[in-house]
């Protein structure tokens, strides 16, 4: 019976996490404040911007279209991963994708969009090479190879552990 209570509690502490995805709804909030704010500063200069100011500001769009929609991979497949299912019947414009990503796609998925934000402001830094030191350039660069070598290893390891090497005695 006390193991059953146990059991039942610990089940139920998964709803501990509602909240936090509820956090992450403000954040995307947040970057939908920010990218309104982004655009009200681009539109009014477009004309008179140079190619590469304008690049630039592309690139922050970008930056901020990839970082929400990490947010959004985070929400639903965490929320349907560890707190509950999400009944999608109904929802034609349900993204088919976003029921299948267990949490080894869901790593996989958040190391991707890490490194693409990653490339972007890696990007950015050499759109504006004149504004950025070189060790600051050295600093992206290292922060960028980093993630990748991370996402490479991540990937070789989930792989190894879903394709376990066979033995050739057997």
């Known amino acids: 019976m006390i193991e059953r209570i146990l059991e039942k509690i610990l089940f139920s502490s998964r709803w ?16 939908v404040v920010k990218d309104v704010q982004h655009l009200i500063h681009i539109v009014p200069n477009i004309l008179a911007a140079s190619e590469s100011d304008l690049v630039l500001d592309i ?4 930056d901020l279209s990839l970082t ?4 959004i991979i985070v929400i639903f497949s965490g929320y349907e ?7 999608t019947a109904g929802h034609e414009d349900w993204p088919e994708w976003m029921s299948k990503i267990d949490f080894t796609g869901l790593k996989l998925k958040l190391l991707s969009s890490i490194v693409a934000i990653s ?16 060790r600051d350039l050295m600093w992206y660069v290292i922060i960028h190879v980093v993630f990748v070598v991370s996402g490479l290893l991540l990937a070789l390891t989930d792989r190894i552990t879903e394709h376990p ?4 005695d057997h």
């Open 16 to 31: 501990l996490l509602a909240p936090i995805y509820l956090g992450l709804i403000v954040g995307l909030v947040a970057l």
């Open 59 to 62: 690139l922050g769009l970008i």
């Open 68 to 71: 929400a929609s990490l947010v």
């Open 81 to 87: 991963n560890f707190v509950s299912r999400i009944v």
């Open 119 to 134: 490339a972007i402001q890696l990007l950015r830094a050499f759109m504006a090479i004149n504004k950025t030191s070189d």
């Open 165 to 168: 090497v066979k033995d050739s």
